[in-house]
Protein backbone atom coordinates (compact mmCIF):
# COMPACT_ATOMS: atom_id res chain seq x y z
CA UNK A 1 0.00 0.00 0.00
CA UNK A 2 1.41 3.07 -1.02
CA UNK A 3 1.83 6.15 1.23
CA UNK A 4 -1.21 8.19 0.26
CA UNK A 5 -3.09 4.79 0.10
CA UNK A 6 -1.85 4.82 3.70
CA UNK A 7 -2.35 8.07 4.70
CA UNK A 8 -6.42 8.16 3.18
CA UNK A 9 -7.10 4.53 5.23
CA UNK A 10 -6.05 5.87 8.20
CA UNK A 11 -8.08 9.13 7.78
CA UNK A 12 -10.98 7.16 6.97
CA UNK A 13 -10.26 5.08 10.37
CA UNK A 14 -10.31 8.22 11.82
CA UNK A 15 -13.33 9.60 10.73
CA UNK A 16 -14.90 6.19 11.47
CA UNK A 17 -13.93 6.05 15.07
CA UNK A 18 -15.28 9.84 15.51
CA UNK A 19 -18.75 9.05 14.29
CA UNK A 20 -18.87 5.67 16.75
CA UNK A 21 -18.40 7.84 19.60
CA UNK A 22 -21.23 10.13 17.99
CA UNK A 23 -23.57 7.25 18.14
CA UNK A 24 -23.50 6.08 14.50
CA UNK A 25 -23.19 2.55 13.19
CA UNK A 26 -20.57 2.51 10.89
CA UNK A 27 -22.54 0.85 7.61
CA UNK A 28 -19.40 0.68 4.60
CA UNK A 29 -16.27 2.01 4.03
CA UNK A 30 -15.24 2.45 0.25
CA UNK A 31 -18.34 1.37 -1.20
CA UNK A 32 -17.54 1.29 -4.89
CA UNK A 33 -19.24 1.35 -8.03
CA UNK A 34 -18.43 1.76 -11.50
CA UNK A 35 -19.43 5.47 -11.16
CA UNK A 36 -17.44 6.23 -8.03
CA UNK A 37 -16.72 5.78 -4.32
CA UNK A 38 -18.14 7.03 -1.22
CA UNK A 39 -15.82 7.24 1.62
CA UNK A 40 -18.12 5.89 4.66
CA UNK A 41 -21.63 5.04 4.84
CA UNK A 42 -23.28 5.46 8.12
CA UNK A 43 -26.28 5.76 10.04
CA UNK A 44 -27.71 6.93 13.34
CA UNK A 45 -31.54 7.26 14.72
CA UNK A 46 -32.52 10.17 11.97
CA UNK A 47 -30.13 10.08 8.97
CA UNK A 48 -28.19 7.49 6.57
CA UNK A 49 -25.37 9.84 5.99
CA UNK A 50 -22.84 9.52 2.55
CA UNK A 51 -19.34 10.83 4.03
CA UNK A 52 -16.46 12.26 2.35
CA UNK A 53 -13.62 12.02 4.29
CA UNK A 54 -11.02 14.91 2.93
CA UNK A 55 -7.47 14.38 5.18
CA UNK A 56 -5.08 17.48 4.66
CA UNK A 57 -2.02 18.49 6.95
CA UNK A 58 -3.39 21.99 6.71
CA UNK A 59 -5.56 23.93 5.54
CA UNK A 60 -2.83 27.09 4.05
CA UNK A 61 -3.53 26.37 0.90
CA UNK A 62 -7.18 25.67 1.03
CA UNK A 63 -10.32 24.46 3.59
CA UNK A 64 -10.36 20.57 2.65
CA UNK A 65 -13.96 20.97 2.17
CA UNK A 66 -12.94 22.92 -0.88
CA UNK A 67 -11.66 19.78 -2.92
CA UNK A 68 -15.36 18.53 -2.59
CA UNK A 69 -16.42 20.76 -5.65
CA UNK A 70 -20.04 20.26 -7.34
CA UNK A 71 -18.33 17.33 -9.73
CA UNK A 72 -17.41 15.23 -6.69
CA UNK A 73 -20.56 16.07 -5.19
CA UNK A 74 -22.50 14.93 -8.11
CA UNK A 75 -20.51 11.59 -8.45
CA UNK A 76 -20.87 10.93 -4.67
CA UNK A 77 -25.11 11.66 -5.05
CA UNK A 78 -24.90 9.04 -8.02
CA UNK A 79 -23.15 6.52 -5.94
CA UNK A 80 -25.66 6.96 -3.47
CA UNK A 81 -28.56 6.64 -5.38
CA UNK A 82 -27.36 3.47 -6.48
CA UNK A 83 -26.26 2.70 -2.43
CA UNK A 84 -30.08 3.05 -1.79
CA UNK A 85 -31.08 1.22 -4.68
CA UNK A 86 -30.45 -1.70 -3.23
CA UNK A 87 -30.65 -1.04 0.28
CA UNK A 88 -33.94 0.41 1.05
CA UNK A 89 -34.35 2.63 4.08
CA UNK A 90 -36.81 4.83 5.80
CA UNK A 91 -33.60 7.09 7.05
CA UNK A 92 -33.49 10.53 5.62
CA UNK A 93 -30.13 10.73 3.46
CA UNK A 94 -27.38 13.10 4.15
CA UNK A 95 -24.35 14.25 2.50
CA UNK A 96 -21.12 15.57 5.25
CA UNK A 97 -17.63 15.79 5.17
CA UNK A 98 -15.36 15.39 7.76
CA UNK A 99 -11.79 17.41 7.48
CA UNK A 100 -8.75 16.08 8.96
CA UNK A 101 -5.90 17.74 9.45
CA UNK A 102 -2.95 15.87 10.54
CA UNK A 103 0.27 18.09 9.99
CA UNK A 104 2.51 15.25 10.94
CA UNK A 105 0.72 12.83 9.07
CA UNK A 106 0.53 9.62 10.53
CA UNK A 107 3.22 10.91 13.30
CA UNK A 108 0.25 13.51 14.44
CA UNK A 109 -0.77 12.44 17.81
CA UNK A 110 -4.33 14.86 17.62
CA UNK A 111 -5.26 15.78 14.17
CA UNK A 112 -8.54 18.12 14.19
CA UNK A 113 -11.74 16.55 12.97
CA UNK A 114 -14.24 18.57 11.67
CA UNK A 115 -17.14 17.26 10.95
CA UNK A 116 -19.81 18.94 8.56
CA UNK A 117 -23.08 18.01 8.43
CA UNK A 118 -25.31 18.57 5.19
CA UNK A 119 -22.07 19.60 3.61
CA UNK A 120 -23.95 19.68 -0.18
CA UNK A 121 -26.08 22.22 0.77
Do not use: C
Not at 35 to 44: F, H
Not at 58 to 63: E, G, H, I, K, L
Not at 72 to 91: E, M, N
Amino acid sequence: MGRNNLLGAWGEALAADYLRKKHYSILESNFRTRMGEIDLIAADRRYLVFVEVKLRKNADFAMAREFVDSGKQRRIRTVAGFYLASHPTSLQPRFDVIEIYAPEGLETRRPTINHLEDAFQ
